[in-house]
Structures are given as structure tokens and as C-alpha cells.
């Protein structure tokens, strides 16, 4: 029977199909980071190592393949068709919609690289440009734009679309990705393929989202430190750990409407509020001029710089960062996806992906523009030893000490702080009612998941998360990323194959190309 049937639902169960095999995937990944954390951080590293040398070029041609699928949908003969019934309102407002996605999709993540990123393309600048030159300041500072911008959201909006579609318009009663493959799958063996995918989505999430939480973690424990004058211990590291996993734990349990969506509003306040403060008490002038500049210098070599391989000198900077970036954004789709699929319900696909693409890049492009113009300012005019920072302390300290050189250094480093606490909490909050929902059988895609599945998926991304804390290397961080986006490559393509399958049997009649023709007799006519 297909999941489409439209039969009687009964009361949400856990999937032990999908469940059980997810959880002892996680545990086996945990335990030998917490126990064997130097040996397993090289055998991850060496993986991502062989991946990234050998297909380096397949992610970049995936991501840019993701932006001109994007555009098709926005542009093409779909474009109009509506996720949801024909007089049925968005269910959420345009504010909240965007405080979701933005807070979910990026975390604190940016918060993260914000000031730290841009100095490690001034150590060492992409395309043979001279360290330390002004070319390699407007690089540094273009470069992050293009890891957060276009492509990224792209890679977000193409696989939401077909999940929204699942949804609101083939009446799905069902929150799994891999339902919305049917279209792309065969009859026989279907339910086989659609378990090994909903595994493989959990894992991907579970991937992308420890990242995070490997970078931030560090980022609030050094903050912390720096605010309170204390050392930077590992045990200050896992009470942070479970302290989120408190505020997590808590916010899943209240569930997506009354949790999630008023912490995503409170971040969005505070996010315009840290970069207002930045610009007027910071070089506001110099952040602005870097920005149009970078923007330009963005949009003119777009297409060089998401295909710059190094293939000649074989550097490893398209490996370490833009390879590193698309792979990153690849593993969190999963969780990314189902969640702006969710929340989507009566927006026409035209509005989903121009308003995850153009909401989503113009917040990230406003953040980390303003972050790190005013970490290059503190560099290039000798304020603050940025660079030196960076290569003796880590990137955790390059945040921390960059807001506290700010105008009431102490009052914004507690704002960032908090800030870096509920970002992580939306993006988490969401990751574990994503998976949970993956986990879930005869789940209605205006229903919630068991709680406790919710809570017990927080405290297991917590504790792949202490794992990677053991072995206190950034190198970890982006190896679990690269490894664990493997697989979203297939889905993705399924996905598309699925989507556009479904559009031409349901809309194909109504919106096929139709030829214009002038008869003779018209033509006669006209030219009397």
C-alpha cells in the first residue's frame, strides 16, 4: 500500500526500523571518539582526505547542478504550482516563516566562522594571491559570501520543494524523505530502499548537526572564559554540553509551534540588534565599502570560484573550504529540507525557493559581512592581532576576543553569548524534531512525534558531540561532516527525479508548451 493511501491514521509509533539501526550507527561513532579520540580523529581524517582528493569535483558540480535546478523551479512552467489547496492561506507569517528558516538552516554556526573565517583566507589566500596584499583583504572578506550564499541555499530549496509537494499536494501522510523519492523508486523493494534512505537522512543530520556543535561549543566555553576570567577546561566544555542539552531537551519536549518557533523569534531580534551594534559602534563606513565591494567581486568571478579546483599546483583550499562548505550543507539538507518542507504549507513553489534562496543568502550576507569586515579591520589597521589569535589560540578565542574589543566589551560579549545559546537551541531544537519524525511510523504531517524520541535524539546528538570534544581537533569536526554527506548525493538526485516526475503527470497537461501559428487567412488579412 502507498504511502499516499489515504486510510485511517493511527496514534504515532516509533519506527524500530529506522530507529534502532540510527542509534547503534550514532554509538559506534561516539564511543571510539570519547574513548580512542587520536586514532579515530586520524582514521576520519584520512577518509575525508581520500574523498575529498577523488571527488572534489562531483561536489562541485552537485552544488552548482542544485542552483540551476533551483532556478527551473522558480522560472520554469511549475513555478505557480501551489504546495497546499487552492484557498488555503501560508500557515505561518512571512515573518515567522523566515525567522525559522534562517535560525534553523544556519545556527550558531555563523556566529562561529563569523569573525574567524575571513582571517583564515588572509593566511592563506585562494588563487595564488599574495598573503598579506590588499587583494588578499578583499578576498578574505568576499569568500565567505560565497560559502553562505547562493549555493547553499540552493542546495537547501531544491530537496524542500519535493518534500512540500509530498506533503500539501500528493496528501502524504507522512514526514519522511524518503517518501518523497516515490516517484524516482521502483515498485518492487520500494519500503527496503525508502528504510536504508531514512537511515542514511538520520545519519546525515546527525553529521551536519554535531559539526555545529563541535564548532560552537568551544566558541561559548571560550566566551565564557574570557567573560568570567576562568580556564578554558575541558570541563567547562561539557558543562556547556549539558546545559544546552537541558535547554534543548526542553524546548523539543514543548514541541515545533509553542518551542521552536519563539526562540527562532527572539534569535532573529537578536541577531539585527548585534549587527546594528557592530555597524554604529564599530567602522560602520569600512564594513559597508568592503561589502558592495565583496558583493561585486562575488557575482564577477561567481562561476571561477565555485569551480577552481587547483588542478595545476593541487593547493588544498578548494578541498579545505569550498569542497569542505558544499559537503556540510549536503549532510544537513536532510533535517533542513523536511523542516522548510514543513513549514510551507499554501506558498507556490516560486515563493518556497526564491524565499529560502534570497531570505536566506541576504541574512547570512548581512552577518558574516559585518562580523568579518570588522575582524579585518582590526587586522589591517594593527587594533587587534587577529591573525595571531587565530594561529595561537583558535578560532573559539578569535570571537571571543574580537566582541570583547568592542565599545562595553563585556555587556556584548554576554549578548553574543546568549545569542550563541539560543541559536544553537533552534537549530538543534529542529534537527531532533526532524529525525524524530523520521523515526516515526503513521506519523501525519500536521502531528508531532513522540516526545521522548525527541528528547532521547537530543541527548544522542549530545553525546556524539562530547565525542568529538575528546579529540579536540577542528580536523575531526570537518571529517564527520564530509564523511556523512556521502550519501545525500543520490538522494538528492532521486529527489529531483521524483519531483519533476510527479509535476508532468499532475500539471503536465496544463502547463505544456503550446506553439503559436498564423494562418494564411490572417495573415492576408493583417497585411491589407
Request: aromatic residues 10%; glycine residues 8%; neutral net charge.
Amino acid at each position: 500500500m502507498s504511502d499516499a493511501d489515504h486510510h485511517e491514521i493511527s496514534e504515532p509509533a516509533v519506527d524500530w526500523a529506522v530507529f534502532v539501526p540510527a542509534v547503534i550507527i550514532v554509538l559506534v561513532c561516539a564511543i571510539p571518539l570519547m574513548i580512542f579520540p587520536n586514532s579515530t580523529a586520524e582514521a576520519l581524517g584520512e577518509g575525508r582526505k581520500i574523498i575529498m582528493s577523488n571527488f572534489l569535483w562531483l561536489y562541485l558540480l552537485v552544488a552548482l547542478a542544485a542552483f540551476g535546478f533551483c532556478m527551473w523551479l522558480a522560472f520554469g512552467r511549475f513555478a505557480h504550482v501551489k504546495l497546499g489547496a487552492a484557498d488555503e492561506p501560508p500557515e505561518y507569517s512571512d515573518a515567522h516563516w523566515v525567522a525559522m528558516m534562517f535560525t534553523a538552516a544556519i545556527g550558531a554556526a555563523v556566529l562561529a566562522w563569523g569573525f574567524a573565517e575571513p582571517i583564515y583566507y588572509l593566511q592563506t589566500p585562494p588563487l595564488g594571491i599574495e598573503v598579506g596584499s590588499s587583494t588578499a583583504f578583499e578576498w578574505a572578506h568576499m569568500y565567505p559570501l560565497l560559502h553562505w550564499g547562493l549555493v547553499p541555499w540552493s542546495i537547501y530549496a531544491v530537496p524542500a520543494v519535493p518534500i512540500a509537494y509530498m506533503l500539501y499536494v500528493k496528501r502524504y501522510p507522512v514526514l519522511r524523505i524518503s517518501s518523497a523519492c516515490d516517484g524516482a523508486l521502483p515498485i518492487k523493494g520500494r519500503n527496503q530502499i525508502k528504510t536504508t534512505i531514512d537511515i542514511l537522512i538520520v545519519l546525515g543530520i546527525v553529521g551536519g548537526v554535531t559539526t555545529s556543535l563541535g564548532l560552537v561549543v568551544p566558541l561559548l566555553s571560550a566566551m565564557l572564559s574570557t567573560l568570567f576570567g576562568i580556564e578554558d577546561s575541558m570541563m567547562v566544555k561539557m558543562s556547556v554540553l549539558c546545559m544546552w542539552t537541558l535547554l534543548f531537551g526542553a524546548s523539543v519536549y514543548r514541541g515545533l509551534k509553542s518551542g521552536i518557533k519563539v526562540l527562532a523569534d527572539i534569535n532573529m531580534a537578536l541577531v539585527i540588534l548585534a549587527v546594528v551594534f557592530i555597524l554604529v559602534a564599530g567602522p560602520g563606513v569600512f564594513i559597508l565599502d568592503l561589502t558592495v565591494n565583496s558583493v561585486g567581486l562575488m557575482f564577477n568571478n561567481f562561476i571561477r570560484a565555485a569551480t577552481w579546483t587547483d588542478p595545476i599546483n593541487n593547493g588544498s583550499f578548494p578541498e579545505d573550504w569550498t569542497g569542505f562548505y558544499w559537503a556540510w550543507w549536503l549532510a544537513y539538507t536532510g533535517m533542513i529540507a523536511l523542516f522548510f518542507g514543513r513549514i510551507s504549507r499554501g506558498r507556490t513553489i516560486r515563493q518556497l525557493v526564491l524565499g529560502v534562496i534570497c531570505w536566506g543568502c541576504l541574512g547570512t550576507w548581512v552577518v558574516l559581512a559585518v562580523m568579518g569586515g570588522y575582524s579585518l579591520y582590526l587586522e589591517s589597521n594593527g587594533i587587534l592581532d587577529v591573525s595571531g589569535i587565530l594561529s595561537t589560540q583558535g578560532m573559539s578565542y578569535v570571537n571571543a576576543l574580537v566582541v570583547e574589543s568592542l565599545p562595553l566589551g563585556k555587556l556584548t560579549l554576554v549578548v553574543f553569548t546568549i545569542l550563541s545559546v539560543i541559536f544553537s537551541a533552534t537549530t538543534i531544537d529542529s534537527s531532533a524534531y526532524v529525525i524524530s519524525s523520521i523515526c516515526a511510523k503513521n506519523l501525519a504531517s500536521n502531528a508531532e512525534p513522540k516526545r521522548w524520541s525527541r528528547v532521547a535524539w537530543a541527548v544522542l546528538l549530545a553525546l556524539i558531540t562530547a565525542g568529538i570534544l575528546q579529540s579536540g581537533a577542528l580536523d575531526t569536526v570537518l571529517s564527520i561532516t564530509v564523511l556523512s554527506s556521502v550519501p545525500l548525493i543520490p538522494i538528492m538526485i532521486l529527489l529531483c527525479v521524483s519531483l519533476v516526475r510527479w509535476l508532468n503527470k499532475d500539471f503536465g497537461h496544463l502547463v505544456k508548451p503550446k506553439e503559436l501559428t498564423i494562418s494564411p487567412e490572417t495573415l492576408r488579412s493583417n497585411n491589407r
